[in-house]
């Protein structure tokens, strides 16, 4: 319901004023083509980015863990961006070269962040910060390609950007975020053991190799295509599923699915205030959410 | 049951445990002794298949334990172990009924059975009106005890407990002993635990085997096995022998 109202209020407002009656030629294009597919992604990528989120604190123990910050949207972003430059003409390209991206960063920061002594916050959030700074400076690299026109573009596709919003992006965001969420809900009470910790995970009966590549395809999966279609959107996945956690408790069962629903109104939210409030002109929505990501984070990790 | 035959383990190039034979029989405790770094632990992990073992074989059932599942090993053998914390706020039931995964479908909720099990695990741990508490917030003799509930709501018909009296005061190290003890005689278990309480070991378990070096040094009732020359060459410190008023099994005291 409150999505739903999400979405209504996302559809309602924006740079241009549309009655709900009467439209005009031109306000039922903006409406049907460029702010309807807009808002409908940016509830798919919220929804997949907080499910990752959520998925991944619980396999790593760690609510600090997060697409954003471990270095994951980036190795998405720089498949998508390897694609756009190297493989522009395949429209495939973009989503299966973010996914490969997103897996390849997940699993170099899982293996750098494991130690004998096991994982501690601390080699985590380094190896994010490590993974993520490499990887922005290879983008940075591959920017010095485009040219001026494409790079302001691309630019505001790195901070999180939904204003290259097309159905088609929107179908596969979809897709991936249904999938995702219902497979990572159905994993849900092995991963309240993982949570717990790895050892009892395999001491009460998870097979927790299994359970731990499901979650990292997963959440690789729904990152991959989610910044494929509108870039790094930070911070979803830390924020959401925190305040899930609080108003609901930390069953994985509950927390995943009502991440989802919470993480796409989050995103259409932000999206609707990047787009109206210096309307004309507008803001990336990624720099929305690090607006309000950033203090929860420190928040965060002063408390732990 | 559990049979453990002629096992050794290997870390890196060096040997744990070393030749390592037991048998457990239903309805008995065996309590597992040694110094510090003598290969209790691994052992005690080694027994639910949760650390590879490089000879020998262990038999679940007459069947050997590296071809069950893990599931499966779930629901006949459950573990106490030292608990780290955890960063989210799991409440008491939750853990406790996390010990009935194995139990439930992978994808399910707990069924009422499960919830059952749980309750009454929490009541013979005396954790009753600690459901809704969260675990980071109890005391470290708390915590242990609500571990203890968890093993207990899995109803495997194998306990394994490494050091469980460890954070408890003393009404609660009496209270899990004869918790174990009572399990174990009711419901024709068998539990193996780790302690460095000589006399809780006399007063609870049905056998000891008391380990050095990764290898086993004396197997048998407690009577026989805790004597003054296995005391000494095992732990290196002298003792003092005799009879315990109360119960009339063997009593150890420290010379210091």
């Known amino acids: 319901m409150a999505l739903a109202a999400a979405l209504g209020l996302g559809l309602a407002l924006g740079s241009e004023r549309l009655s709900i009656f009467e439209l005009t030629e031109q306000q039922r294009a903006i409406l049907f083509d460029i702010r309807m597919p807009r808002v409908f992604l940016g509830a798919c990528v ?71 002594a096991g994982m501690n916050i601390e080699r985590l959030v380094l190896s994010g910060v490590i993974v993520t700074t490499f990887l922005s400076s290879v983008i940075v690299l591959l920017t010095s390609v485009l040219d001026a026109a494409r790079l302001r573009g691309f630019t505001f596709w790195l901070l999180g950007d939904l204003s290259q919003a097309t159905y088609q992006g929107f179908y596969l965001t979809l897709v991936a975020s249904l999938i995702g969420t219902a497979v990572l809900t159905s994993q849900a009470r092995a991963l309240n053991l993982m949570m717990i910790g790895e050892r009892d995970a395999l001491d009460f009966g998870v097979e ?32 959401v599923p925190h305040l899930v956690r609080l108003a609901i408790g930390s069953d994985n069962r509950l927390v995943v699915p009502f991440s989802a629903v919470s993480g796409a109104i989050f995103v259409v939210l932000a999206d609707t205030v990047s787009r109206t409030v210096i309307a004309p002109r507008e803001l990336p929505v990624g720099a929305i959410t690090a607006l309000i990501g950033a203090p929860v984070f420190i928040y965060l990790l002063r408390r732990n | 049951m559990l049979s453990v035959q002629k096992i050794s383990i290997t870390l890196g190039s060096r040997n744990i445990l070393c030749d390592v034979t037991l048998e457990m029989a239903k309805g008995a405790v065996v309590a597992l002794l040694g110094p510090n770094g ?219």
């Open chain 1, 46 to 116: 919220g929804a997949s980015l907080a499910v990752a989120g959520a998925s991944l604190q619980a396999l790593l123990r760690n609510p600090l863990a997060e697409p954003y910050l471990l270095g994951v949207s980036n190795g998405a972003a720089l498949g998508t961006m390897l694609a756009f430059v190297f493989f522009e003409s395949l429209g495939f390209a973009r989503p299966v070269l973010a996914f490969a991206g997103a897996g390849v960063a997940t699993f170099t920061v899982y293996q750098m962040a494991r130690s004998r």
């Open chain 1, 208 to 239: 927790v190799g299994r359970v731990r590549l499901i979650v990292f395809a997963l959440a690789s999966a729904l990152v991959g295509t989610a910044v494929a279609a509108s870039g790094s959107v930070g911070y979803v996945g830390l924020i």
């Open chain 2, 38 to 256: 003598a290969g209790k632990t691994t052992l005690l992990r080694a027994l639910n298949g949760s650390v590879p073992v490089a000879s020998g074989e262990i038999k679940l059932d007459g069947r050997p334990l590296r071809e069950f599942s893990r599931r499966e090993i779930a629901k006949s053998i459950a573990i106490v172990a030292q608990e780290n914390e955890t960063k989210f706020p799991v409440t008491v039931s939750e853990f406790v009924l996390a010990g009935r995964f194995a139990r439930g479908g992978a994808f399910g909720w707990e069924t009422e059975e499960d919830v059952r099990a749980a309750l009454e695990a929490l009541r013979r741990c005396d954790l009753v009106d600690f459901e809704t508490r969260v675990m980071n917030e109890l005391s470290g003799g708390e915590r242990q005890r609500v571990v203890l509930a968890r093993a207990i709501a899995t109803e495997a018909k194998i306990l394994l407990l490494d050091e469980p009296t460890a954070n408890l005061d003393l009404a609660h190290q009496a209270m899990m002993f004869r918790l174990i003890r009572e399990r174990v005689k009711s419901e024709n278990c068998s539990a193996v635990v780790i302690t460095h309480d000589l006399n809780l070991a006399a007063e609870f378990a049905d056998e000891i085997l008391m380990l050095k070096h990764g290898a086993v040094f004396a197997y048998g009732v407690p009577d026989a096995v805790l004597n003054q020359k296995n005391i000494d060459e095992v732990y290196d410190v002298q003792v003092l022998l005799d009879e315990n008023p109360a119960s009339g099994k063997v009593r150890v005291t420290t010379i210091y």
